[in-house]
């Protein structure tokens, strides 16, 4: 599989008049082409940094990053975002006008992921009017609209409550394989990366390096399927343990 | 059920609720009118010196005076003008200001205290610098109004433009916007609330601007009627063009508060 984003000892230091944060530190990790990568560590450890820097929103202060696809990355995270002045459609329709992409080939396109994932009746609504996990549905459709190869989601279930936050993960899941998108997904919980993950990047408390990586034996199977499979206890009590010691 | 379908116990809550407004709209109208007829009623028995405190009838018959000669649409206009003047050229100036030092963080930690210290200098005191510098027509009474109303306006933008959320700018960034883009398809949208509370407070800042003004300096206005007539112990003029800036300034205040509607109607803020 080809080698999408590549970081190589990459380092990023906070500098702020009180002092400066080591968030990440000699962090070495390879994501692949269609891989669906989660990365769970400890609360404040650096993986909403980590993100920021696979995205080129933040430069690394050390080492190097090799990102090889064309479209930069989409962003996802914890709460959906949508401008509430803007329809549901002229939300999704947002990074194609800020990319002077908005061509009536690509408005099609949107209209057809409208289509596709059950939200079309609600395209001339206000966000508003939508509950939260259709929100998060709508901006994950934001982020597929400019057909970004990479998705980058920062814990975008954790605003959920616990039901939808299953089913909204069981739709995401669903429609970032059929578009066929390689993910990295922040969580802190860890039977949700087991859920999705091809592999699991498992990050040290600040600053953030490479506890564990580990690759999931699960064939594919929907987060939903996967919650009943008996490997899942067993893989939630590797995690558990490795996370804790 | 009724015919809209709703059941009883919810035509009952609306039965009450509509009784509810009309009692308060009762009480409304009945405070003015105890207040008017207790003044008037005092007047008439001599208890209170019509000369100072004058009474309704008199403020009304001197009002009635003042629009049958038609000297009053003058002032009037003449008011309407400085206020409104000053009211656009301070929401004009101070958003362009708001603007400039959202662009330019070193801008504004350069000016921050310049700000502050203007912001809490009475601008009265500048009134005769105002009028060595503009004269004393209605051309300083508009600087008056300006300079009352601009460092509030600046103050009140740049607020509501660095509340701008976060994590929404960040998510721009994301998509790679530029920073004008960022500006007009995120910053100014999520500020329309602020500029509309800022509409409310300048209308007032520039009301005191132009009748603080027309008190310092002026030939013509509702301020200078006020003037005029407690230089000449005519109260009853005093009162009346009271009551003309009073309807006035609830007037423009209405206007601001329709303006309102339909902006926040139309823009879901
Ligand atoms: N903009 C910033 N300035 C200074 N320190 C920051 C900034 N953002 C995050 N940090 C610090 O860096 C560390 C890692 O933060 P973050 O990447 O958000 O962690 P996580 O997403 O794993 O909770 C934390 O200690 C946090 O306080
Ligand atoms: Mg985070």
């Known amino acids: ?245 | 059920m009724n015919k809209q379908g709703y059941s009883a116990g919810h035509v009952a809550y609306l039965k009450k609720r509509r009784r509810s407004a009309v009692a308060v709209n009762v009480a409304r109208v009945a405070i003015l009118a105890g207040v008017l007829g207790a003044w008037e009623l005092m007047y008439r028995l001599g208890v209170i010196d019509g000369f100072i405190f004058s009474a309704p009838s008199r403020i009304f018959a001197t009002l009635g005076g003042l629009f049958a000669s038609g000297e009053i649409y003058l002032h009037i206009g003449i008011t309407l003008y400085e206020t409104l003047a000053g009211f656009a050229i301070a929401t004009v100036a101070g958003s362009a200001v708001a603007l400039a030092l959202w662009w330019n963080e070193k801008l504004r930690k350069i000016l921050d205290p310049y700000i502050v210290v203007l912001n809490s200098l009475p601008k009265i005191a500048l009134g005769p610098i105002i009028i060595i510098w503009f004269g004393s027509g209605t051309r300083a009474i508009i600087v008056m109004a300006v300079l009352i109303a601009v460092v509030v306006t600046t103050i009140t933008m740049l607020g509501a433009f660095l509340e701008t959320d976060a994590d929404k700018t960040l998510l721009m960034r994301s998509m790679g916007a530029t920073k004008v883009q960022i500006l007009t398809k995120l910053v100014i949208p999520s500020s329309l609330a602020g500029f509309i509370n800022m509409l409310k407070i300048n209308i007032g800042m520039s009301w005191i601007g132009s009748i603080m003004g027309e008190y310092l300096v002026s030939k013509a206005g509702i301020g200078y009627l006020i003037v005029y007539g407690g230089q000449v112990f005519r109260l009853d003029l005093v009162y009346a063009s009271t009551l003309i800036l009073l309807a006035l300034a609830a007037g423009m205040y209405a206007l601001v508060s329709l303006a309102e509607k339909l902006i926040v109607g139309k823009n879901r803020i």
């Open chain 1, 1 to 245: 599989m080809k080698e999408l984003l590549t970081l190589e000892g990459v380092g990023f230091v906070y500098h702020t008049p009180d002092g400066e944060t080591v968030a990440v530190d000699g962090l070495s990790f390879t994501v692949k082409e269609g891989e669906f990568v989660s990365v769970i560590g400890p609360s404040g450890c650096g993986k909403t940094t980590l993100l920021g820097l696979m995205s080129g929103l933040l430069s690394p202060t050390e080492g190097k990053i090799t990102f090889s696809g064309g479209e930069k990355p989409g962003y996802m995270l914890q709460r959906d975002e949508l401008f509430p002045w803007r329809t549901i459609r002229k939300n999704v329709l947002l990074p194609l006008e800020i990319k002077k992409k908005l061509t009536k080939e690509n408005a099609e396109y949107a209209d057809s992921l409208f289509e596709k994932y059950g939200l079309a009746d609600f395209k001339e609504q206000y966000p508003d009017r939508l509950s939260g996990g259709m929100r998060q549905r709508v901006a994950l459709i934001r982020t597929l609209v400019f057909k970004p190869e990479v998705l980058l989601l920062d814990e975008p279930f954790s605003a959920l409550d616990y039901q939808t936050r299953l089913s909204v993960c069981e739709d995401v899941y669903n429609i970032i394989r059929r578009e066929n998108k390689t993910t990295v997904l922040v969580t802190h919980d860890i039977s949700e990366a087991i859920s999705v993950s091809d592999r699991i990047l498992m990050l040290t408390p600040r600053p953030a390096r490479v506890k564990k990586v580990y690759t999931l034996d699960f064939k594919e199977e929907s987060p939903l399927k996967r919650r009943k499979n008996p490997r899942f206890r067993e893989w939630f009590e590797i995690l558990w343990r490795d996370l804790n010691e």
